[in-house]
């Protein structure tokens, strides 16, 4: 081993894993992170349920970040190895240039299951002997949680897993319901910290370096958590991407947002994606989980580049064939 090596790996590379259910905020977090001063270059691994996502897009990316997609699958899923190759990439470019990050955030699929992501870096030995599992935060909808926990699998895990809980969308509920939602969280997981999070905006402090990660205490909810290499979605879930290079006609696709969300608000578990609006010389961010939507103003498109709009839509036994017959009579002829 070189000097430069040995330097290297007496300095493992701290991994954050970014967690929680579909639409609780993570993307939104994310942008808060890559916006704070904090002085580090960030490489993020991003993985999206389904073929194809649109937080690539949504994320506004400095000088110091590279972002690394994850689309053909859930990375706790089919997609670890792809997550093993992409952390010895990773590797390879810090070693061949130092500066090129100095630590990573995963950001999983809403749909994730962390602990298999989180054994990657305690199975594995290349991973282990480079990177370290600084801490798993979760984002919780403090609007859906309990019926998130209710239903899914996957929403428990990622609370049970967590070093650190970030409760989103706190004004959207009352104060006792509020509390209800905390109890409820401290009872699965009493030695995850409980801390609001307001469109993202947190100390820095309570996400980055914070050595919560503790293998023992992991082991002592999960005595399998070493062994364990298998994970399944509920089979009814599916995702699928609508692409279209023409513009949008503003009224008719937020009449079809409202007639398709009356429908099907209880089984459309997220939608989120960049709409190009005719007349409009600016990107449209929209994001929604069951009956709540918002949009909000992205960047400019530029004079040479071409204005494709993306929608991703997960739920369960969506008619995808309406839906996509209906998007396509919202766009201009």
């Known amino acids: 081993m070189t000097a430069h090596s040995a330097a290297t790996a007496s300095r493992k590379v701290p991994v954050t894993i970014l967690t929680g259910f579909l639409g609780s905020g993570k993307t ?8 704070e001063r904090h002085g580090e ?4 691994i991003e993985n999206e349920f389904g073929e194809a996502g649109v937080d690539n897009d949504i994320l506004i990316v400095g000088d110091g970040e590279q972002i690394i997609e994850m689309n053909n699958g859930c990375i706790c ?8 190759r992409i952390l010895g990439d990773l590797r390879q470019r810090r070693e061949a ?12 699929t ?20 480079y990177y370290v599992l600084d801490a798993i935060v979760t984002v919780v909808d403090a609007k859906h949680a309990n019926h998130q926990l209710d239903e899914f699998h996957e929403a428990q895990e990622q609370v049970g897993f967590a070093d650190r809980i970030l409760l989103s969308k706190s004004d959207l509920v009352n104060d006792a319901e509020r509390e209800q939602v905390c109890s409820r969280l401290i009872q699965m997981n009493p030695r995850a910290p409980i801390k609001p999070v307001n469109f993202g905006d947190t100390p820095i402090g309570d996400l980055l370096d914070i050595g919560g990660f503790s293998l023992d205490s992991i082991l002592e909810i999960e005595p399998g958590f070493l062994g364990e290499d298998h994970h399944e979605h509920d089979d009814d879930v599916q995702s699928f991407v609508f692409t279209s290079t023409a513009s ?21 578990m997220r939608y989120k994606g960049i709409v190009a609006f ?31 709009s993306k929608l991703v839509f997960i739920g369960r036994s969506l008619p995808k064939a309406k839906m996509i017959a209906g998007l396509e009579r919202c766009l201009m002829q």
């Open 77 to 84: 899923c089919n997609v670890r190895g792809d997550l093993v």
């Open 278 to 308: 005719d007349g409009l010389d600016h990107r449209v961010v929209f994001q929604g989980v069951h009956m709540m939507m918002n949009s909000d103003v992205g960047q400019r498109w530029l004079p040479d580049e071409a204005r494709k």
């Open 41 to 44: 270059r960030i490489a993020i």
């Open 110 to 129: 809403g749909l994730a299951d962390p602990a298999p992501v989180a054994q990657t870096f305690f199975i594995d030995d290349d991973v282990a002997a």
């Open 28 to 35: 939104t977090l994310l942008n808060r992170i890559l916006h």
């Open 248 to 268: 949008f006609d503003q009224s008719r696709l937020q009449e079809f947002f409202r007639e398709t969300i009356a429908e099907n608000a209880k089984d459309l």
């Open 97 to 108: 240039r130092p500066d090129a990050f100095d630590r990573v955030i995963i950001e999983t």
